[in-house]
């Protein structure tokens, strides 16, 4: 069990995670971070189910225990279990533009639901509990949706791309599943 623990497609993929999740952590525009990425990669990469379940919650709690919690945490991380799924979907499957429209997917779904979820858990005091309040809290997330957008885009690209290429030029270093 050791060997496996320690191998280094394990050690790879956690490295990764971790510089993933430090960059959440740096000044960044705000929507610009990385876990829908890591969602999206634990959810292809990870043979063990609840590992793929573990690294990008853990992640996202423990970032968010440290910059804080909001009233919509709910729907976030509902979102990224979310994700998790989709990055189950690639698996055996992994292509650029897969990857691209699994990221594109994670956006749009992250941007319907957390501001659903700020629509109508609000109290009215933002918002009107109708649907003009519901389109204007939507039109005003839009200028949100282009770094969270971006964000996924670019993470998922570097986290992705830096295992295929790993996989090419270091195979001694990914020789299993996670």
């Not at 430090?22 to 000044?27: H, K, Y």
């Not at 594109?104 to 941007?111: E, G, I, K, T």
């Not at 809290?137 to 570097?158: E, K, M, Q, R």
């Amino acid at each position: 069990m050791k060997e496996k623990i320690l191998s280094g497609n394990f050690l790879l993929v956690v490295t990764l995670i971790i510089v993933a999740i430090a960059s959440r952590l740096i000044p960044h525009p705000p929507n610009f971070a990385p876990i829908a990425a890591i969602a999206l990669f634990s959810g292809a990469y990870f043979s063990n189910k609840q590992l793929a379940f573990a690294v990008p919650l853990i992640a996202l709690f423990i970032s968010d225990w440290i910059i804080g919690f909001h009233d919509m945490m709910i729907a976030v991380y509902a979102c990224f279990i979310a994700a998790i799924f989709i990055g189950f979907m690639l698996k055996e499957k992994i292509k650029f533009k897969n990857v691209a429209l699994a990221a594109v997917v994670s956006s749009v779904l992250f941007f319907v639901v957390t501001n659903f979820a700020v629509w109508a858990f609000s109290g009215g005091v933002i918002y009107q509990k109708n649907i003009a309040g519901l389109l204007q809290c939507y039109v005003a997330a839009i200028p949100f949706f282009h770094n969270t957008l971006l964000g996924d885009l670019v993470y998922s690209g570097i986290l992705f791309g830096a295992y295929e290429t790993a996989k090419v030029k270091l195979p001694w270093l990914v020789t299993e599943k996670v």
